[in-house]
């Protein structure tokens, strides 16, 4: 919850701003007879009749799209369960993860296969893009029987894998790839991965 009113928040803020700057525009182009016209009547009481209307459709708005995130996710979470064909289950698990990385609580929903079909995909899917999503988001789902799988996806020939797998090792503060991310910081030859790998040692021992 704390990042969705943080980005209820924002939005409010957000929106407050532009509303004082385009009054200050408006303002500074208005004919002074409207202005004096401006300053005679109630339109501090209306400003802030606005402000509060503002404040509330704001409010409204995520409150819906909260909803709407939670039904989609339960639906998602439910096919998931429910499907038995492996490319079925990637989508839905990747789709998981992704759009619950601020409430990783939730993924309990998919059930305990969810560890299995995104270890699946990292070690052994042919597309590297979902092998670096697989990686991240073993980190996302704090397991630490990932620790050792990702241990090896250090050594992926592809530099956005080896990336995200030294940053989920970070995240589950596991001790045991120190040794393996300093090799990482010293040898790899991408810097992405390089910085990664610095991050979660960063992680790890601060």
């Keep these: 919850m704390r990042g969705e009113r943080g980005n209820i928040g924002i939005f409010i803020l957000t929106h407050l701003l532009a509303a004082i700057l385009v009054g200050f525009l408006l303002w500074s182009v208005f004919p002074s007879g409207w202005k004096d016209f401006l300053r005679e009547g109630p339109w501090g009481i209306v400003a802030a009749a606005a402000a509060c209307g503002l404040v509330l459709v704001s409010i409204v708005r995520g409150v819906i799209e909260r909803r709407e995130h939670k039904n989609a996710h339960d639906r998602v979470a439910k096919v998931f369960r429910e499907a038995t064909d492996p490319a079925l289950q990637k989508r839905a698990a990747l789709w998981l993860v992704d759009h619950a990385r601020s409430h990783p609580g ?32 073993l980190g996302v789902l704090g397991d630490p029987r990932a620790i050792a799988p990702l241990l090896v996806a250090t050594q992926d020939e592809y530099a956005f894998v080896r990336a995200e797998a030294a940053l989920a090792l970070g995240k589950l503060k596991a001790t045991q790839a120190e040794k393996r991310l300093r090799e990482m910081i010293e040898d790899d030859w991408d810097a992405n991965a390089r910085g990664r790998a610095k991050e979660a040692l960063e992680r790890i021992t601060g």
Aim: charged share 35%; hydrophobic share 45%.
């Design 106 to 137: 939730r993924l309990a929903d998919a059930g305990p296969a969810l560890f299995d079909v995104l270890l699946r995909i990292m070690k052994t899917d042919p597309e590297k893009l979902d092998r670096t999503r697989a990686a991240n988001s």
